[in-house]
């Protein structure tokens, strides 16, 4: 069995390759560079196959049995990608938690489930504690009728993710709201939560939740917040006067290159003593019952490549459902917990 890494040459996706080695999944690297490439392949001693999503992808996809993506922004790269894992028969696995990305996959599960093929997105911090606890959550209460979750984060942003920040500054926020995605202002809503590591003011964002949560559980209200500092929370409310501004090619591009050249993502300490803090709440309106659950994980990038490499072992083992697939629908709601240094409480 053959796992595909592509993107293997960023930053998360070089950590990946690495792990994927010494777990020894001996992955085919692959990506559109083919110099940064070979010189990852090279170091890693291992096979190598350089192309681009708009050139017949498939025909680089001969005897890959599962295709984990890590390289964003998603919204350009998981469709290409996934289109060809479909033709192909291969699994098709990523590390997004952007909310288009997840609606337009879940889009082709009756395709994926015809072909016998996983679409499986968000296979790292993006979007596996938050997702296997909403389904935890509902677990507890199973009438709920409105999820809220939220991540306090520790640490700072690879190039790829800051790159995809940049991309979607100008798009707005977004919730659930029976059932259906609504487009809300950035920073909509705010309110006091304890991710766990004490009170903090946190703010309504648009995290893949708001799509996957909803297909793992069924409750038809979500919303999921980040706390953000006072001066924070008024530029974000203020981006919706010059969204029209940053998403005009010039200046988007101009930002991108900008993160590229001066953000360079977390070091090794940084991630071996990191920790992440994950709170969900899940409620009954009609009843008024409400629980609460919390997760404390490793540092996000170093829970990433654990998650994303357990979940390409899984996957090349069978394990992985056909059709499309969030992390709890996939391997279960204590899934998270079979990572290296996770702990659930529940309120």
Known sequence: MTLLVYGAYGYTGELVAETAVERGLDPVLAGRNARKLGEVAARLDCESRAFAL???????????????NCAGPFVDTAGPLASACLATGTDYLDITGELPVFESLAAHDDDAADAGVTLLPGVGFDVVPTDCLAAHLVERLPDATHLALGFEPHGGLSPGTAVTAVRQAGDGGAV?????????????????????????????????????????TGVENVEVYVPVPTNARRLLRGVRYVAPVLDLDPVNDLLQRVVRRFVSGPDAETRASGRAFVWGEARDERTGETVVSRLVTPETYALTVDAATATAQRALDGEAPDGFQTPSTAFGAD?????????????
């Open 176 to 216: 659930r709201r029976d059932g259906r995605i609504v487009s809300v202002p950035p920073a909509h809503r705010e309110r006091r939560i304890d991710f766990g590591n004490g009170e903090r003011t946190a703010v309504t964002f648009p995290w893949g939740d708001v799509s996957t949560a909803y297909h793992s």
């Open 335 to 347: 899934f998270v917990l079979s990572l290296d240094g996770v702990e659930r409480t529940d309120e």
């Open 54 to 68: 708009d050139e017949s992808p498939e025909s680089h996809l001969d005897g890959v049995d599962v295709a984990l």
